[in-house]
């Protein structure tokens, strides 16, 4: 099974080609049909396992045709738990997204640094990746919207919930249109990231 038999188009199985992933790993190989269909997908999946590349190739995928736009809203938010996390994610969707035919810009945001650069850096941004305590400031701040949001991706989701971060989640799951594509992977599936996966 090859990375274009998924369904994944010829310029991103080129790049991937040259990260030398040879074959894709089995959450890869059970995520990205799905994800490509534009179904909700709950991935169990741990550090290592290849479950960042399991979501963020389809949705850049999905970009493809993508508009370029002079405007605070954004396409696509992945919410993770730590700073370190948004900023690997961030790497890994930069380094795909040179398959696309039209630019997706990506963007970080976390607490524990100054909120102005990234309020003013927050304009034409595709695909936000944010930990939820700096996402509700800077959507209080007015500095992102959500109106034309596609795809939601809760990555570590059972480590956003250990860390208390379920109040601001339930904030931003109201921000968002009702009809989109909701992607959750967490290492465990534990009671209570079942009941986020039912209310996200
Ligand atoms: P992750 O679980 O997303 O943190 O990925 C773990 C590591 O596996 C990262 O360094 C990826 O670059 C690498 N990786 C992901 N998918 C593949 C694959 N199909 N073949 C080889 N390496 C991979």
Redesign the pocket.
């Known amino acids: 099974m090859s990375f274009k038999a998924l369904g994944l188009p010829t310029t991103l199985v080129e790049i991937i080609e040259k990260?030398?992933?040879?074959?894709?790993?089995p959450i890869?190989k059970a995520a990205i049909p799905e994800i490509l269909k534009g179904r909700d997908v709950l991935g169990i999946?741990p550090?290592?396992?290849?479950?960042?590349?399991s979501y963020v190739l389809p949705v850049l995928s999905g970009l493809r045709q993508r508009k370029e736009a002079k405007n605070r809203q954004v396409d696509v938010l992945v919410l993770v738990p730590t700073r370190e996390l948004a900023e690997q994610v961030k790497d890994v969707f930069t380094l795909f997204e040179k398959g696309l035919e039209h630019t997706a810009p990506i963007m970080a945001v976390y607490g524990g640094v100054s909120i102005n650069p990234q309020m003013k850096a927050l304009f034409g941004i595709s695909v936000l990746v944010a930990t939820p305590g700096r996402l509700l400031d800077l959507v209080d701040s007015n500095a992102v919207q959500f109106d034309k949001l596609q795809t939601l991706i809760l990555d570590e989701a059972d480590k956003l919930l250990n860390l208390g971060f379920k109040e601001e989640m339930n904030r931003i799951f109201a921000l968002l249109p009702k009809k989109r594509q909701n992607l959750l992977f967490s290492a465990t599936l534990k009671e209570k990231v079942e009941e986020i996966h039912q209310e996200s």
């Open positions: 990260q030398e992933y040879n074959a894709p790993y890869q999946a550090t290592g396992s290849g479950k960042t590349a």
